[in-house]
């Protein structure tokens, strides 16, 4: 119905999407089958849909004959689009598919409130919370726009492999051994059942890093005497056996080494993890053995065989003002894109280890009695500054608690805003803490008339400037709440 009603319109398809890897891997499944459908179209990449941003967008509205797709974001505004496209401007040839609680929606549960949202607007709205489908785990937003793509053509199964990148980069792959649930799961069988990925077993390590590099900085798996210290970490495979150089000098990856080797390895770590740190085997195992997903269509050892790999990528592509290039990747492009971003995600990654080092080495991590915040001042920008708040929720740094939310804020460009990234370990969120809640409630609370949400354990917004000493209180207040009932 939706490709009839474009087709009649004769207008040009404009896609909005967000601009991290779940984001831009919404909007190349889009791209791509309107591109197979000989339909024009165009992607804009939005950091947020903000207030501003929608009046922008309605604004260029005026006398142009298209259709509009909002993709990863849409849900958490949808009043605000309702009243600028649809009440102001009698405006309804727009489309939100999104995978986020809906506005003014606090918690999965609030079913009467889902209920009425759907009926009132699914029209115009698809969202999987209308269905009894946990947003934040079982579909990502680039998993709704492959079942809007599969909808459109069956061939477009082909991108179930894209969608299973944009759900590793939201974390959604967060099952025994990194194993996917729900839609999730439906979209990987379509991906292995067209030979568009394999799963294998295999050590819970980068796969594309020198195996020595890879295993000393691992963000899951921490070894006293090797973390951190690549040369020890390279002594202690050498007495394994393995022959760990390449023709060419350099080590091995992960992705370079047989089925022996990596047994060899395992066997290795479980035994020093029982010795050093007195872990049972099986405990270690755990998170030592995941599931990973590989791309058939890829090459083999490259940063797009691994989607995990790929999926990091694609955000640093859209952390780095850089989005075009990741979308492009994703469609397909494996000439100059590609190329352009290796050079992106090295400085990522630097941007990232010094944002990290300025936190830790400078204690600029603060304390409140239920939260913790830091801000990124002139060092941590808004680009990152959410990435940065995650690594230090869920990884291992010294001066963070994780049985508190922590709050990363990062002054905006040329605006007297901040950027606020709240992060919460799936600890803490399993115990009743929501910060897409929490943020609306502290807004409200605050005096603020801003857009705010996500999902319990990461959601965001922006705050005045003269207003985050209140806000952050208020959020104390609300967390507070939240742990007490």
């Known amino acids: 119905d939706v490709l009839t009603h474009i087709k009649e319109l004769h207008s040009s398809i404009h896609i909005y999407t967000h601009l991290d890897a779940d984001g831009l891997s919404s909007g190349a499944i889009l791209g791509k089958c309107f591109l197979r459908e000989n339909l024009p179209f165009q992607i804009t990449t939005l950091r947020q849909l903000e207030k501003v941003e929608i009046a922008k967008i309605s604004e260029k509205i005026n006398g142009i004959n298209r259709y509009i797709i909002f993709s990863d974001f849409g849900s958490g505004q949808y009043l605000e689009l309702e009243k600028q496209l649809i009440e102001d401007k009698k405006f309804n040839s727009f489309l939100i598919l999104d995978h986020h609680l809906p506005q003014k929606v606090s918690e999965k549960g609030d079913l009467t409130l889902i209920d009425n949202i759907y009926t009132k607007t699914n029209r115009w709205h698809v969202n999987p919370y209308f269905f009894g489908i946990d947003g934040s785990q079982e579909i990502s937003g680039a998993g709704l726009c492959y079942y ?118 395992s066997s290795a770590i479980i035994e020093y993890s029982s010795v050093k740190l007195g872990i049972k085997p099986n405990i270690i195992t755990k998170k030592l053995i995941i599931n990973r997903y590989l791309l058939r269509n890829e090459v083999k050892g490259s940063g797009l065989y691994d989607a995990s790999e790929f999926s990091k990528l694609l955000n640093a592509c859209g952390r780095n003002n850089y989005a075009s290039l990741g979308i492009a990747i994703a469609m397909g492009d494996r000439k100059r894109s590609y190329q352009k971003s290796q050079e992106i995600l090295k400085d990522y ?112 917004t922006k705050i005045p400037i003269d207003k985050v000493d209140i806000f952050l209180e208020n959020c104390n207040i609300v967390i507070q709440q939240q742990i007490q009932s």
Not at 204 to 227: M, Q, R, V
Not at 357 to 370: L, R, T, V
């Open 349 to 460: 990654k630097k941007s990232l280890s010094r944002s990290l080092s300025w936190i830790h080495e400078n204690n600029k991590i603060q304390q409140k009695e239920y939260i913790q915040y830091f801000f990124g001042e002139d060092m941590i920008p808004e680009n990152i500054i959410g990435t940065v708040s995650s690594m230090l929720i869920f990884e291992k740094y010294k001066g963070v608690d994780k049985s508190k939310p922590i709050f990363g804020l990062a002054k905006r460009k040329d605006e007297d805003v901040f950027k606020v990234s709240g992060r919460a370990h799936e600890k803490i969120v399993d115990k009743g803490i929501n910060l897409s809640k929490a943020i609306r409630e502290a807004c409200e609370l605050s005096g603020l008339d801003v857009l705010g949400g996500g999902h319990p354990p990461a959601a965001g």
């Open 148 to 265: 809007f793509a599969k909808c459109l053509n069956q061939r477009n199964v082909d991108l179930s492999s894209i969608a299973i990148v944009g759900a590793i980069g939201d974390i959604q792959n967060k099952g025994p051994n990194k194993t996917f649930q729900g839609l999730n799961k439906l979209i990987l069988e379509d991906a292995k059942n067209h030979n568009q990925i394999d799963v294998i077993n295999d050590l819970n390590f980068s796969s594309i890093k020198p195996i020595n590099e890879a295993i000393a900085y691992s963000n899951d798996i921490k070894l006293p005497g090797l973390t951190k210290d690549t040369n020890k970490t390279l002594i202690f495979l050498q007495t394994l056996g393995i022959l760990l150089e390449n023709s060419d000098g350099t080590i091995k990856s992960l992705n370079e080494l047989n089925q022996e080797d990596k047994q060899k390895i």
